[in-house]
């Protein structure tokens, strides 16, 4: 058995029951549930739509996003995530980069290695050095002026914890903000880069070793190893390509608002939706939100 999930933007939350009722019918669903008024819905299916991606291409043209996902094991034991433009809305090194004046060049890097066009760990490098001599207080202002969080972080994960789950924060970014960002939204550890410093200032240097696609890969596996769970008990979201690994071992991993060559290498693309919708993945009602 599967799920059939239409979801638009909180936002500006306008899911046309027609819509639903006639992919309902189309697809021979069951009754169609309103997980969200105006917003999102649901179906049960017996088996997998063959038109499915000429549908979600359809709805995508209507700011509908599309999911089918099985019935079975939707409420998930823990949530692994990445940082940058996933749980928050910006590129932290982005950010930095344009403090030191070298804001757009790294801005093109970035998007270049998230893209998968660049090795990560190289460039990675190669934008940290253009950091060398920032005084170390520029990340208390950067974390206090320029980052904000994704929306539907906060109910994320409140309700997920409220349910037993374990949550954590997984970036290629850098420790300095992933701690601010965890202690922040709750989550229950967090794993990143480390920004070296002497005297007060960056050295233009990253610890060793980097933290890039296989650690995001091998952290999931220990610790639902830890936890005594199973991957296909974990829900994985990201955007960029290093995240691809553990979006592919997770149970359910996430396209969130992801890359062009990332979103397509994976069935669960969320392009309109926040983060709230990785609830509505998991079945919950948004009366069931907490946060």
């Not at 979801?7 to 697809?27: G, H, I």
């Not at 004046?101 to 290695?113: E, L, P, S």
Request: aromatic share 6%.
């Amino acid at each position: 058995m599967y799920i059939a999930l239409l979801l638009t933007s909180p936002l500006a939350p306008a899911l046309d029951p027609a819509l639903v009722e006639n992919l309902r019918n189309a697809w021979g669903g069951g009754e169609a549930i309103w997980l969200a008024p105006d917003e999102t819905a649901e179906f049960s299916l017996a088996r997998m739509p063959a038109n499915r991606w000429q549908v979600w291409e359809e709805c995508q043209a209507m700011g509908v996003d599309l999911v089918v996902l099985p019935r079975e094991g939707r409420r998930k034991k823990m949530l692994l995530a990445d940082m940058d433009s996933t749980m928050i809305e910006q590129e932290c090194i982005d950010e930095l980069a344009d403090v030191a004046g070298f804001g757009t060049q790294v801005r093109a890097v970035t998007a270049q290695a998230m893209n998968g066009e660049l090795d990560f760990d190289a460039a990675l490098k190669a934008r940290v050095a253009l950091l060398r001599g920032l005084p170390e207080t520029v990340i208390d202002e950067v974390l206090r002026t320029r980052i904000t969080h994704m929306p539907g972080g906060p109910a994320l994960l409140a309700t997920m914890k409220a349910g037993g789950g374990h949550a954590a924060l997984v970036s290629g970014g850098f420790t300095a903000f992933t701690g601010a960002v965890a202690e922040a939204l709750g989550f229950d550890e967090h794993r990143a880069n480390l920004l070296l410093a002497e005297n007060g200032r960056l050295t233009g240097d990253v610890g060793m070793p980097i933290l890039g696609k296989q650690a995001k890969v091998d952290a999931l596996r220990e610790i639902t190893a830890r936890l005594g769970i199973d991957t296909q008990d974990v829900l994985a979201v990201g955007d960029g390509a290093n995240d691809l690994g553990m979006l592919h071992l997770a149970g359910l991993g996430v396209a969130l608002h992801a890359k062009p060559v990332v979103a397509a290498e994976c069935d669960i693309r969320i392009n309109f939706g926040d983060l709230t919708a990785l609830l509505y993945l998991q079945g919950y009602a948004k009366d069931e939100f907490l946060g």
